[in-house]
T-cell receptor, first 110, second 113 residues
Framework: DGGITQSPKYLFRKEGQNVTLSCEQN?????MYWYRQDPGQGLRLIYY???????QKGDIAEGYSVSREKKESFPLTVTSAQKNPTAFYLC?????????FGSGTRLTVV | GIQVEQSPPDLILQEGANSTLRCNFS?????LQWFHQNPWGQLINLFY???GTKQNGRLSATTVATERYSLLYISSSQTTDSGVYFC???????????????FGTGTRLTIIP
């Protein structure tokens, strides 16, 4: 099955814990992105990567970290420094005809 | 950074009605996309349309780049059209290798049977 895969779909975290959200692709795209969506809001950019071993901060990078060790994978870690981590997280790829999004991960802090 | 405004914020229509959603943006763009977010959160790419007009079934979109706006038309609405419609842009001034989408706040469309 081709495309972009995010896992897990739902994630529960205790306060003070770090969690890692997975984003994998098999479309051979260079550019990958992480967005955050809060209820009733648009999407805001957390981090993005245009090439392996390189990534840039987006508009709301504080409390998050990423890695891009291989082209297929762009995991996002939500650290304990993120004050309001409960949100819907979406990963995206950029291709010739625009962006394609994964199905998202809903993170809840309990 | 670039500003993206969508209107109206909410729209409630009877099944079968037509609708027009608007997206205004504050600067020239390389990329403009319309997305539909379904009730499960999935973002579906409707149109990649930095300029011109495109049609796909009951949906069509027009971007007038010189006047910095885009319109999404939905004809003969169905209940499955319900959800949130987002406009997103990549500004013209972004350098190669630094492209990223900025989203509007969306239009929530509700189609009543």
């Amino acid at each position: 099955d081709g495309g972009i895969t995010q896992s897990p779909k739902y994630l529960f975290r205790k306060e003070g814990q770090n969690v890692t959200l997975s984003c994998e692709q098999n479309l051979n795209h260079d550019a990958m992105y992480w967005y955050r969506q809060d209820p009733g809001q648009g999407l805001r950019l957390i981090y993005y990567s245009q090439i392996v071993n390189d990534f840039q901060k987006g508009d709301i990078a504080e409390g998050y970290s990423v890695s891009r060790e291989k082209k297929e994978s762009f995991p996002l870690t939500v650290t304990s420094a993120q004050k309001n981590p409960t949100a819907f997280y979406l990963c995206a790829l950029a291709g010739l005809y625009g962006y394609t999004f994964g199905s998202g991960t809903r993170l809840t802090v309990v | 950074g670039i500003q993206v405004e969508q209107s109206p914020p909410d729209l409630i229509l009877q099944e079968g009605a037509n609708s027009t959603l608007r997206c205004n943006f504050s600067d020239s763009v390389n990329n403009l996309q319309w997305f539909h977010q379904n009730p499960w959160g999935q973002l579906i790419n409707l149109f990649y349309i930095p300029s011109g007009t495109k049609q796909n079934g009951r949906l069509s979109a027009t971007t007038v780049a010189t006047e910095r706006y885009s319109l999404l038309y939905i004809s003969s609405s169905q209940t499955t059209d319900s959800g949130v419609y987002f406009c997103a842009v990549d500004p013209f001034y972004s350098n190669f290798g630094n492209e990223k989408l900025t989203f509007g706040t969306g239009t929530r469309l509700t189609i009543i049977p």
